[in-house]
């Protein structure tokens, strides 16, 4: 029997496709493929080894983060009305970005959950905490939720860009899906679960934008293994 990741129900087959398996969860809603089938590395022949290739990939990748980080923390700023301190739980933001935001009063840690550096960053609460296109890569999703659950100060928000899994009749040819680093997919249903765990609530989640507020006081508890 294969047990969803997530939430540890028994889970269905969904697809299989020439290169790997997925299930589906019936409780949580949460796609994830055969964890047997997980492929962190992709083919080298696959892709330009070019020096320039990847310094372009590497500041594509920044110049998006940058576009999600920046508007998010202005919305919040002026719903408070006050300095926020935050972390970015993903691929790190150029030095510009991070320049702009300790310009506007702000402060933003950076940590990277897969080369696990910047451990000091895990030791405080924070009163954002916002991952770009890190949690399709989850492996292990519900030790990376209650990581990140824990971070986040009472009043606190979570903001999660990931594409969210909105026809499951498409999904064999979702291109999202088709990347090889991606092994957890979400639907609406899955962060409604979530908040409903972790004490939070649900105030957004469209397209790739998710966003949640903690409870005041909510004691969080992390979701049983």
Request: glycine content about 4%; hydrophobic content about 40%; some cysteine.
């Amino acid at each position: 029997m294969t047990r969803c990741p997530l939430c540890k129900h028994p889970a269905m087959l969904f697809l299989q496709d020439k290169k790997r398996t997925f299930y589906d969860c019936q409780q949580c809603a949460f796609v994830f493929a055969d964890p047997t089938d997980h492929r962190m590395a992709i083919n080298p022949q696959q892709i330009t080894s070019s020096k320039s290739y990847g310094r372009q990939q590497k500041m594509t990748q920044q110049r998006q983060a940058s576009q999600f980080v920046l508007p998010l923390l202005a919305q919040l700023s002026d719903l408070t009305g006050a300095n926020l301190v935050g972390l970015n739980f993903g691929s790190h933001l150029d030095s510009h970005t991070l320049d702009r935001v300790q310009a506007s009063g702000h402060q933003l840690m950076q940590f990277d959950p897969f080369n696990a550096t910047e451990q000091t960053a895990l030791e405080q609460e924070y009163d954002f905490v916002c991952s770009y296109k890190v949690f399709e890569r989850f492996k292990r999703p519900l030790t990376q939720w209650n990581l990140l659950s824990s971070l986040v100060k009472p009043h606190g928000w979570l903001a999660i860009g990931t594409a969210l899994l909105t026809d499951k009749s498409h999904f064999a040819k979702w291109h999202h899906k088709n990347n090889p680093a991606h092994v957890s997919f979400y639907q609406h249903k899955t962060f409604e679960y979530l908040a409903t765990q972790g004490q939070f609530k649900l105030l957004f989640a469209a397209k790739e934008l998710v966003l949640m507020q903690k409870a005041a006081n909510s004691g969080i508890k992390p979701i049983l293994i």
